[in-house]
């Protein structure tokens, strides 16, 4: 038990603070990806911590195993390079014991994983994209400040209004637009306005920026064929504000899955149970090449492990992908996927063992008189 304990605080403890960093990376990235899309206007600022918030499981799901069986290459390659492991087999301390200690160990990261993957995430994320299709609902103007420039959706204008008054109108307006016209080919629009305010068209999606007081030029750069119109009220089609998309499979809880047929919906539930299934089988494969010696050091064997990590989480994404569109069958789908690594894992726990008794079997025939 003393054994047992010791593993179980290293690997737990190492597994914490791998999972720290890489959430810590991850979760940076995502930030600077949105808060991108916040400084556009595109997004309200005031959102992106609880997006961030609500994705976290999502970010937990995947990062967790990896830090287990990061966990497992650091925790045993060390005792391994610090001879600890060496006592320890020399007290009677055998490998299947080690796998027992670790796969103990695994199913209370399998518990974490399954707990997050089949409960957590996929609340997390119909919550994340519910906040995600208000914002996307927003109409181009509400998210504007003064005194700065957008780019209004499609990349076709800019728009820019030099204060804002109480009642949230744009004030003292310059708006920039590209037209296309078969006949007159790309001319460019510029409208100076007094002030200028979003409105609702009769149907819910249609938005127009009506302008007041002021003058719209049109003409083509280069060229000194310019329309000049003075105008008491313009209005100017906004792009049209995405509707709310439906839920995807992976915000529908684990339950409903169950009675779901269509691809999609039996990917994501298939996916949902692989997670924790990949926590098992990788730690068959890490115990194995977490094996080295005080001369190798600590870490030989480690880029080798996380490619073959690599691998297999590939492998799994792609049978997703194509279980997905319906081009591979349900089963065995993934789980063809864990049998070929569970496999592999077995192939190296035996290995030593296999090579041992080879070796052995050859010793004695050499010693055999001719």
Known sequence: MIVFRYLCRELLLTTAAVTAVLLLVITSGRFVKYLAEAATGRWDPDVLFA????????????????????????????????????????????????????????????????????????SGTARSEALLNAQRERGELEG??????????????VTYAESLGSEGQLEQVFLADITSDEERGDRVVLVLAEDGRSVRGEAVRDRFLVLRNGQRIEGRPGEADFQVTDFVEYGQRLASARSAHELSPATAPTRALLGLTDPESQAELHWRFAVPILVLVVTLIAVPLS????????????????????????????????????????????????????????????????????????????????
Request: net charge positive; with cysteine.
């Open 291 to 370: 094996k080295t010696s005080a001369r190798q050091g600590r870490y030989v064997k480690t880029f080798p492990a996380i490619m073959l990590y690599i691998i297999y989480l590939v492998m799994l994404s792609g049978a997703r992908g194509r279980l997905e569109d319906g081009e591979i069958a349900v089963y065995p789908g993934l789980w063809a996927i864990h049998a070929l690594f569970f496999g592999i894992g077995i192939v190296l726990l035996s290995w030593d063992t296999v090579n041992r008794r080879l070796r052995a079997r050859r010793y004695r025939a050499e010693e055999v008189p001719a």
């Open 51 to 122: 997006i961030i918030g609500y994705r976290l499981p999502e970010f937990l799901e995947l990062i967790v195993p990896l830090a287990f069986f990061l966990a497992i290459l650091l925790v045993l390659g060390r005792l391994y390079a610090e001879s600890e492991m060496t006592v320890l087999n020399a007290c009677g301390f055998s490998q299947t014991r080690l796998v027992c200690y670790t796969l103990a160990v695994a199913l209370l990261i399998v518990f974490v994983t399954s707990w997050l993957s089949l409960v957590v995430k996929p």
């Open 144 to 157: 504007i400040s003064a005194g700065r420039f957008y780019r209004l959706q499609g990349g076709r204008g």
